[in-house]
């Protein structure tokens, strides 16, 4: 390794060839990624060894870099083929298990690797004959030298850091290197405010390097690292908080909807009572529209809850008010079914300029990419014209060229990966910026509401309507054929007594480009339990061995992605109408359709699907005053993972439960979407479900800061760090929601 000099001082900003020479820096370069000193020092040790302490060697994985402790067993030197050359078969041990090394032309190792000496080894697991070993490892003795010097290892604590490293680049040699760097550190400009670190008893950030570094203790390795996550938790903060800012400081037309207008007739006709939680959201919502600036919110509310009225209400008195009011679905076929069930609820509300009808009375359009031009060029007549005071439709909506009188609110529904950079394009549909509703049935946890929707102010709706029938849920071992037979029986049985049923596969199948679901074809390929596993259930297959077979003489029909638009649409009008008894279908069906007298479903290969998948699938009955049943068919066996995820969708109808298990069961990446994984260097510390205390205080000191400063003049760190975080990607967190 290259030698800075002593004297040199460096920041985090200072080039690593500075701090480290050419080479050295070259290799951290390219094995790592690793350019500047900030870079290495964030580049944290993943473990810590205590000195002497062994690596559980079962642990180890092929094809891994791995760093490992371990104690030399025995030595043998022995010729290789050529017999002019030779080689060493070393094995290590853990005190349990034990694991051979063999290094090529490295004969003299033999004089430091005698047996009982303690080493750390690093190199790749490879397999050779059927058992695991390194080939070539780098070695690290670590003996200290008599006069107690650790010989320059850069571990001189009792702890030794194990680093993320490459093949090239072994840990200790990274420990070398920060060693270096922290040795010449400057004072560094710290982003934390001395106030927030000393509230928080957060060391200074050069002080935390040192202590996740060069730890004496775990104790002092666990408080650099909570210093360094808040770095991280603020920042995210802050640029949320000032987002928030920046909508507040936008002006827009208030909304109030009139003492007798539409909204008041719809009321008077309403069939129920609004429950508690509605009325509550509804005048949440309702006292937003109400000032002139642009509502931002975030309705999360469980499946079956009843947000689709709660919309049409806050749709209502945009309309009252002089405005137009659009709600966005995911699907076409969501979007079709909201068409449908938002005329029928307004029934001659909807229905303006006919002869005797409400005078009150908008027009509620359908805009999808799919539709008919000339239907189409209808529609969007309407709109422009104002005609239509309610729309429809697809996420298609954004892209096309459609114009409004006057647009006073837009209302997304059943996204939740709706990020802010569609939330911004959205607003820019308005002459001013419109009101903003977000509607989502997934449960977020509070800590993931705080970040991905950290600029959203956040309402829920917790209860269920009266009078909501039970649903119970089953696994069904396919294994066990009377449970099967029962399964198809509970179909036939809620046809005979009038009600309906879905059956749900993982797959369409037959030919033509896949599925509905990207997720779960996601799912699909990482569940480890599902590999080797038999193909899955496709809605092609299924369909007719069905209607051939168990549920021969019922009316079956099939829905899925691949059907034409049109298609879909009967297919739906007919299911909703009574006209089908059971459809087999894709995850097409995941979200949002009502069709109240639904009673079962069956999920064939339930294992496919993810927990908020089923808990959103599972919504789909139970809908009515009828009881539901939602049965999960299962080839997998018990003690699997897989079995138990989907017990413990038996078990619970909490949304907010197993939406955290699916967290928990998904990487940090994955919650904050795909560009957060990767080289991303911020968001690596936070912990979403771990760290939600300490989210939470970022989030209330970060409202404070930009209140108080929100060009962070005083904070020249904290807003470096922003603007970093903010390049980065261009923002992929904010956008990808
Ligand atoms: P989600 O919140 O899952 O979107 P929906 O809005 O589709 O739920 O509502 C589910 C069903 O509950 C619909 O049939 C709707 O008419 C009905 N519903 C909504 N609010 C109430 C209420 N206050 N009392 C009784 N039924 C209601
Ligand atoms: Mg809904």
């Known amino acids: 390794m290259g030698r800075c000099s002593i004297w040199s001082v460096v920041d985090l900003d200072t080039p690593l060839t500075t701090l480290l020479g050419a080479r050295a820096a070259g290799l951290l370069a390219d094995g790592l990624d690793l350019r500047l000193v900030g870079d290495l020092l964030g580049h944290l040790p993943r473990r810590y060894h205590e000195r002497g302490e062994l690596t559980d060697l079962a642990d180890l994985v092929v094809g891994e870099t791995v760093t490992v402790q371990a104690r030399v067993e025995r030595i043998e030197r022995r010729p290789m083929r050529d017999r002019r050359r030779s080689m060493l078969k070393v094995t290590v041990t853990d005190g349990r298990q034990s694991l051979p090394l063999t290094f090529f032309n490295q004969t ?19 397999e050779y004959r059927g058992r695991w070993q ?11 030298d008599a006069d107690g010097d650790d010989a320059g290892q850069g571990f001189a604590n009792a702890l030794v850091p194990i680093y993320p490293a490459a093949a090239k680049v072994p840990s200790w040699t990274l420990a070398r290197c920060v060693r270096l760097a922290l040795d010449s550190l400057d004072p560094l400009d710290d982003p934390l405010p ?3 670190r000393a509230q928080h008893r957060l060391p200074a950030l050069a002080d935390a390097f040192r202590l996740v570094h060069q730890p004496a203790s775990r104790a002092e390795a666990a408080r650099g690292r909570k210093r360094l996550t808040w770095d991280e938790a603020l920042v995210l903060q802050v640029a949320l908080a000032r987002r928030r800012r920046e909508v507040q400081a936008q002006a827009t037309t208030a909304r109030v909807a009139g003492p007798d207008g539409l909204l008041a007739a719809f009321d008077a006709a309403l069939p129920f009572p609004l429950t508690a939680g509605q009325r509550e959201v509804g005048a949440a919502i309702a006292a937003d529209m109400a000032r002139p600036v642009p509502m931002h919110r975030l309705l999360q509310g469980e499946v079956g809850s009843g947000k ?63 539709m008919g031009a000339r239907a189409r060029r209808e529609a969007l007549a309407s709109l422009a014209s104002a005609a239509a005071g309610l729309v429809v439709g697809t996420h298609a909506l954004l892209h096309e060229d459609v114009v409004f009188a006057d647009l006073g609110l837009i209302i997304v529904d059943e996204q939740h990966r709706f990020g802010v950079e569609q939330r911004d394009a959205l607003r820019a549909r308005g002459r001013r910026p419109p009101h903003l509703l977000v509607m989502t049935a997934t449960p977020i946890p509070r800590t993931v509401a705080m970040t991905v929707f950290g600029d959203l102010e956040v309402s829920e709706l917790t209860e269920l309507p009266a009078g909501r029938a039970p649903v119970s849920t089953y696994v069904v071992p396919a294994a066990v054929r009377s449970w099967t037979d029962r399964m198809w029986g509970r179909i036939r049985d809620e046809v005979a007594a009038g009600r309906q049923a879905y059956v749900v596969c993982p797959r369409i199948g037959g030919e033509g480009a896949d599925d509905d679901d990207p997720a779960a074809a996601a799912d699909l390929a990482d569940g480890a339990d599902a590999r080797g596993a038999h193909p899955a259930a496709t809605v092609v297959e299924v369909l007719p061995r069905l209607a051939e077979g168990e549920l021969a003489g019922l009316r079956v029909e099939s829905l899925h992605g691949r059907l034409a638009p049109a298609r879909r649409e009967t297919v739906m009008n007919d299911f909703a109408a009574g006209k089908t008894d059971v459809l087999v279908a894709t995850t097409v069906i995941e979200v949002g359709v009502n069709v109240p007298n639904a009673t079962v479903m069956v999920v064939l290969d339930a294992d496919r699907f993810g927990v908020s998948q089923l808990h959103q699938l599972r919504g789909r009955v139970g809908r009515g005053t009828a009881a539901g049943w939602c049965l999960l068919y299962t080839a997998v066996d018990e003690e699997t993972p897989a079995w138990q995820r989907l017990g413990a969708v038996a078990a619970t109808r909490d949304g907010a439960q197993l ?34 205390d300490l989210i939470r205080q970022a989030r209330v000191e970060a409202v404070r800061i930009v209140e108080e400063d929100p060009e962070l003049t005083a904070h020249p760190a904290l807003r470096r760090l922003l603007d970093a975080m903010l390049d980065d990607t261009s923002a992929a967190f904010l956008e990808k929601g």
């Open 108 to 126: 003299w190792r033999e004089r430091d690797l005698r047996p009982g000496t303690t080493a750390l080894f690093a190199g790749k697991v490879d």
């Open 194 to 196: 001395g106030r927030l």
């Open 308 to 370: 689709t009225v709660v919309a049409l209400r806050a749709m209502l008195a945009v309309v009252d008010a002089g405005g137009q009011a659009v709600l966005l679905a995911p699907t076409e076929t969501l979007a079709a079914q909201h068409h449908r069930s938002l005329r029928e609820m307004l029934g001659d509300l909807a229905r303006p300029g006919e002869l005797g009808g409400d005078p009150r009375a908008t027009g509620v359009v359908l805009v999808t990419g799919s």
């Open 659 to 692: 939406s955290r298990l699916d967290l928990e069961q998904r990487r940090e990446g994955d919650v904050l979407g795909a560009a957060q994984s990767g080289g991303r260097r911020s968001l690596r510390l936070l912990a979403l479900l771990r760290d939600e």
């Open 134 to 144: 390194l080939t070539n490892p780098e070695v690290q003795l670590l003996e200290t």
